[in-house]
Structure formats: C-alpha cells, structure tokens
C-alpha cells in the first residue's frame, strides 16, 4: 500500500468508518479507513512506505516527547543552534544524523560523554577523541585523542585506584602473510623535516616515565624487532636522527629510562633487540646514527638507564642484535656519532657509561661482546680511530698509596725526595676480569720506594728505579686485585 497526497479522483462509494482510521483512496472510486493509516490525536501512525516529491516541516523541540513502542522509532529536529535532525530508537536512544551527514560537530554515545568532535571550539579544524564512563581505576578523559593538521596527541589519564597501573599504549606493526613469506610491518617514527629556509629538524624522544614514590622503579623502554620465520632475515632497528642545516649541527639521539621511586627504587631498564634470523638468513641489525652536521657540530647519541635511589640498582641498558639462521650470521651493532661540518667541526660524540654507585655498591659495568658462533668464528668487537683510557694525575707521593685502577687504567706520579712509601694497589675488584695498569714513575729512585705484599716480579726482584728520570711500568691482575704482576716496560726515559 502507497500513499501520495498529490494524487486525487472522485469517491463513489465510502467504506465503513472505524475510530482512528483516516480515508485512502484505494483506485477504484472507494475512500475508506486503513488500519495502515491512523491518527489518534497526538500520533499519526503510518505502515508502509511514504513516496513522496515534496518537503516535510518539522517542528523543533528540546527533546522528544516520548519513546517510541518495540520495532519502531521517531524522526525529529532538536533546538539546537544549528537545530540538528535526531533519530530516537525504541530504547529512547537519541542519534544525531547531522554529524553523519556532514555540517554537524560531533557523533556522541547515548549520554553524550564518549564522543568524538570536529569542532570544540569555533573553526578550530581539529578531531578530538572523549572518553567516559569511567572504568575500574580509571577516570574518564576529555581529549585522549587530539588529531590535526598541526599535531597528533594521544593522552591516557591518570590511574585513580590503589594498585592500578597507568594505561598502556601500544602501537604493533601487522605480522606478515603465513602462507607467502610475507614481511612484517615496519613500525616508523619519524620527526618533521625543518623549513626549506631555515628552522630545526623534530624531534622523536622515547622516554619511559619515573616512578614518583616510594619502592617503586621506573619504567623501561624497549624497542623489539620482529623474528622472522620461513629462511627469512629478522627485523632491523634503525635510529637515525636528522642531518642538520647548511650551519646548523646533526640531531641527537637520547633514549631515556625512567628513573627509580624516591626513596628506594629500581631504575628502569632499556632494551634494544633486533629480530632474530631463520633458517640461512641472519639476525637483523641495528643502527644507532646521530646526524651529521651541515657545518656545525655532529649529533651525540646517548643513552641512558634509569637512576636507582637508596640501595636499589640503577636501570640496565641491554643492546642485542639478532641471532642468526641455522646458518645466518648473527645482526651488527652499529653505534656512530654525527659527522662534523664540512667545512671543520668536531663530530659527535658516542658516550656508554655504566651507572655509578652509591655508598658502599659499585657502579654499574659496561659489557661490550661479539657474538656467540654456532660453528664459526665468535664475533669481534672493533674500535676505530682512537682508542682513550681514563688516566690518573697523583701528583707527588710521599707516604703510602693505594692505587686504584677503577679510577683510571693510567696513572703518573713523582716520588717525593728522600721519601719513604709503599706502593701498592686497590684489591676487592670485580670478578672474573682481568685489569692491566700502565705507571708511569718520576725520580722512583731517589726515595725508598717499596711495593706492597701483592706485588711480584720476575725471580722476586723488584727493579731499580731511576733517581732523576721517568720510568714506566705494568701491572696485571686476573684475581679481584689479590695479587698485581709488575715487569718493566722502560727505564729512564728519555
């Protein structure tokens, strides 16, 4: 059955009336009542479909005036500024069909609390993402979303309950095709180029966040490539901050843990891992580059564990490349500093320091190790270009001296005239390492120099050290100190 109010005719004949039902023309000269078309006063009721070439005026209202019976809804305009097209369900849901359509400001949940909006504020251009109705440990949070042309800001609120850590956020790269050898996502971060005419290149910083009280410790950053599978490599890890202008310098890269809990946490750890090879394929690699400079100096790159307070262990710093295949070479680590500027300026600097100690613990080692072979040959570790060991100053020793090689792997000092010393060495160090010590003696000779108990030489002799001259010993020491292995590398130099 159709209705079209601008068709008309003549009526013959007249059905039987029945309260409600309003006369259609049925086509054969017959107007009568419908049960398809009623009006009971407030409600025009119609089934079917309306086939209409004409317009429909509504009238607007604050809210609507009733919930619509089970299967069925209401259609109506809402005073708002603009006034805005609504569909009430027969939940007595409101949906607003403005913003589906386009010109409106937002598309809301019932209650309008978990919403997303293009306009909070006039023209402002801007997508703004709200989130309500709290969960357990968590309050809502106005803008945990914000998206425009000029930023992109994701915002988690604070957690509210005792014991609730704070939200996640998780961003996983899409794994490969299982049936193609498909690679896996790459997950990229990339800050904006600087103006063609002049301005900083941006910034992208990982930094995990300190724990604020108390036992607790910081929180870690970890960035993990994929394992591949199927005779695949694995992923790589690549760090590379911007190049800098034609006068400006190279882009650092700093990767920051999270610092301990105030009175006596751990602080946070920093994992770099690149994926796993398989079958013939190696293990990914991993590039750290800091960028080089147009003139001014190359970009550092550091990176940071998190402090630990009280007695509690500062954060570790763990970079792995990938294992390899069954066959595949394990992945590279590549750590570089920026280049200088062309035209002369110093590179940038490349800084692994392990954590120091506080009180009575000893600070933090730093491990740099090739890897494990299966069959081969174990990787090597390559320094190039200047190697520097920390070197100590003692000045001029008149009384005993301990020497202390977590001080420096060099030290230089002058005997005192007609002086009497024992020299010896710092024993309670670090197991299973060898140290080496390099001495470099001013007027040894002049004095009575004697060396402490854990000292030996060849044949039990100490040598004879010049009286007006310079020379230069070694000591080694496989055994925490205990014992120290003097022989001569040159006597008075000159």
Do not use: C
């Not at 392990?354 to 740099?368: E, K």
């Not at 299966?374 to 320094?383: H, L």
Request: proline share 2%; no cysteine; net charge negative.
């Amino acid at each position: 059955m159709s209705f079209n109010p601008i068709k008309g005719g003549d009526i013959a004949k007249v059905g039987t009336p029945v309260d409600n039902q309003i006369s259609v023309w049925t086509g054969d000269g017959t107007s009568e009542g419908t049960t398809g078309f009623t009006y009971d006063g407030s409600i025009l009721d119609l089934t079917g479909t309306i086939d209409a070439s004409v317009e429909y005026l509504f009238t607007e209202r604050a809210a609507h005036s009733f919930t619509p019976a089970a299967t069925r809804g209401i259609l109506w305009v809402r005073s708002d500024t603009p006034n805005i097209l609504v569909f009430t369900d027969d939940a007595g849901t409101d949906f607003d069909l403005n913003a589906a359509s386009g010109g409106g400001t937002s598309i809301s949940d019932a209650d309008s609390d978990t919403q997303i909006q293009v306009e909070e504020t006039a023209d402002e251009d801007k997508i703004r993402f709200d989130t309500g109705d709290a969960i357990t440990g968590f309050p809502a949070q106005a803008n945990a979303l914000i998206l425009s042309s000029q930023e992109f800001t994701l915002l988690l609120p604070q957690a509210n309950a005792n014991n609730t850590a704070g939200g996640a956020i998780n961003l996983t790269a899409g794994q490969g095709s299982s049936t193609t050898y498909g690679a896996g996502g790459a997950a990229n971060l990339t800050g904006g180029a600087g103006g063609s005419t002049g301005g900083d290149g941006g910034a992208v910083i990982l930094t995990s966040g300190s724990a604020t009280a108390g036992a607790y410790r910081g929180g870690d950053v970890q960035l993990v490539a994929g394992a591949a599978f199927g005779g695949q490599a694995g992923g790589d890890i690549d760090l590379t901050s911007g190049k800098g202008g034609a006068s400006g310098s190279g882009g650092a890269i700093a990767i920051l843990a999270g610092d301990g809990g105030v009175t006596s946490g751990n602080g946070g750890n920093i994992t770099i891992t690149s994926g796993d090879g398989d079958g013939s394929s190696g293990g990914g690699n991993m590039t750290l580059t800091a960028g080089s400079a147009g003139y001014g100096l190359g970009g550092d790159v550091a990176i940071i564990g998190g402090a630990g307070f009280g007695s509690y262990v500062g954060g570790n710093v763990d970079i792995t490349a990938g294992v390899g295949g069954l066959v595949g070479a394990g992945g590279a680590v590549v750590i570089t500093g920026g280049s200088g500027g062309a035209t002369g300026d110093f590179g940038g600097a490349v800084t692994i320091k392990a954590g120091a100690g506080t009180a009575a613990f000893v600070g933090g080692n730093v491990t740099l190790e090739g890897g494990e072979a299966s069959t081969g040959d174990e990787g090597i570790v390559m320094v190039r270009g200047g190697f520097g060991l920390e070197h100590q100053a003692l000045g001029t020793i008149t009384a005993a001296t301990d020497i202390d090689p977590d001080a420096g792997m060099t030290a230089e000092f002058t005997f005192g005239a007609a002086a009497t010393a024992e020299i010896g060495f710092v024993s309670s160090l670090e197991t299973g390492v060898s140290y080496e010590m390099t001495v470099e003696i001013t007027n040894g000779g002049q004095g009575t120099l004697t060396w402490g108990a854990e000292v030996e030489w060849a044949s039990g002799t100490a040598p004879t050290l010049t009286a007006a001259g310079t020379d230069l010993l070694k000591f080694w020491s496989r055994d925490t100190g205990t014992t120290w292995i003097g022989w001569v590398v040159a006597l008075n130099v000159s």
